[in-house]
């Protein structure tokens, strides 16, 4: 997109407008809002968007007149956008939750401008209180981050320290809507239990992009991060965290770094050896495997084995719909296997809601293991079409002869 040059007039006179607009004592709602959205529905929090909208252009502006990269520097382009984030990272000059909600949802914008600016400044916009988490306007600021400002692998490396503040923050204490136990909100106000999971959920997802990458070692249970989040999240995080890493194999198809298939094999083991170890009401996380399932990406073997561990360990896995269909898509070095994990599955479903989802993968599945004309594959099928069967599902009586 070709940009337009800004005279020197234009600019004085834009930067004269934003300085009026942040001027005006419409700041935001009260401490219960979400300040994002506070940002863009009072005066002074459009005004800081547009801000960075103009540090933009005036970037762009620099970048088509030199026809070349100009100095990532707010000091050397424009000292006067400099001076007025400073300013308002001051909480006796603006305290206002909006205000600071901005600096969250742009962090991004901003980290390409200026990523010195953004490391030197990081400590003031996600500020702190004495006791260590995050006070109100660095709680506006983080939590506005991490809904919507997007999973940049620069930004997240540049606020690592404030990564590390949540993730020692978390805790397991919360109540949830679900049944499950979930962590506190790190120095957030009151808000709705919906809200709070998404930033927790959000944070998940940011750090699984970070260890996804390498950003965050080799070896889970050595990251501070990894283990924090694992160790200290609640149920509904630790969950989110698989389930992210599974939805993200969906996506990628076969291609897969080789050195990306082992450190996400790494983690897997990792949570499943602390699921053996550790206590049963802790299992529930492993469910998530369920994402894992069909990714082509990860060997069957191994993927059919963890499966199994899973069904014994949990009782029960996510998408059962897609696991069953990826179950009867195996070669059949794995219908064995295959089947044993079909039968747990339907051992598990005990309101037999959930077949009416998977059952004409499962009668695929069956079919095969019966046509196999190995004798513990055949039994194991028709196990599982006898237990079908006295669920109600009659159909399942055509794959089993009155001979058999």
């Known amino acids: 997109m070709r940009v337009r040059a800004i005279n020197s007039t234009v600019r004085e006179r834009v930067w004269a407008l934003l300085q009026g607009l942040m001027a ?5 709602g009260s401490t219960e809002h979400d300040a994002a959205e ?13 801000i960075t909208m103009y540090a933009r252009w005036v970037y762009e502006t620099a970048q088509a007149q030199e026809g ?4 990532r520097s707010f000091d050397v382009l424009m000292p006067e956008v400099a001076q007025e984030l400073d300013s308002r990272l001051d909480a006796s000059v603006d305290a206002s939750r909006a205000v600071r909600a901005v600096f969250g949802v742009r962090i991004r914008l901003l980290t390409w401008l200026d990523p010195e600016w953004v490391t030197s400044r990081a400590q003031r916009i996600f500020s702190v209180a004495a006791d260590g988490p995050f006070d109100l306007l660095g709680s506006a600021a983080w939590h506005s981050y991490l809904l919507y400002g997007g999973e940049n692998l620069e930004t997240m490396q540049l606020l690592r320290p404030q990564y590390e503040i949540v993730i020692r923050d978390l805790d397991r204490t919360r109540p949830s809507t679900d049944g499950h136990e979930q962590g506190r909100p790190f120095g957030l106000p009151d808000r709705s239990t919906m809200a709070l999971d998404s ?18 070692g080799e070896d889970p249970g050595k990251s501070e991060l990894v283990r924090g989040l694992f160790e200290n999240g609640n149920r509904s995080v630790r969950h989110r965290a698989l389930e ?6 969906r996506d990628v198809g076969q291609d897969l770094d080789q050195g990306i298939r082992q450190r996400i094999q790494h983690l897997w083991e990792y949570r499943l050896e602390a699921a053996q170890t550790g206590p049963a009401a802790e299992r529930s996380e492993l469910e998530a495997f369920g ?7 990860l060997d069957a073997d191994w993927r059919v084995g963890q499966l199994l561990e899973v069904l014994r ?4 896995v996510d998408v059962d719909y897609l696991v069953v269909a990826a179950l009867a898509d195996l070669e059949e070095p794995h219908l064995e296997a295959a089947l044993r994990c079909l039968v747990l599955i339907i051992g598990a479903d005990t309101d037999g809601w959930g077949v009416y989802g998977w059952k004409d993968s499962a009668h695929r599945l069956i079919q095969r293991g019966i046509a ?7 039994e194991l099928a028709i196990d599982a079409a006898n237990l079908l069967i006295a669920r109600g599902f009659h159909e399942f009586r055509s794959l089993v002869s009155p001979e058999r």
């Not at 070349?68 to 100095?71: I, K, L, M, R, V």
């Open 24 to 28: 005006d004592p419409d700041a935001g």
């Open 38 to 50: 506070d940002s863009l529905n009072s005066i002074r929090g459009k005004a800081m968007h547009a």
């Open 244 to 249: 992210f890493v599974g939805r993200s194999l």
């Open 68 to 71: 070349a990269s100009p100095a």
């Open 199 to 216: 930033v927790e959920r959000n944070l998940a997802d940011h750090v699984m992009v970070m260890y996804w990458h390498g950003r965050l």
């Open 313 to 316: 360990l949990a009782g029960a």
């Open 372 to 378: 196999s004309g190995e004798p513990r594959i055949m």
């Open 291 to 297: 994402w894992w399932v069909e990714s082509t990406a």
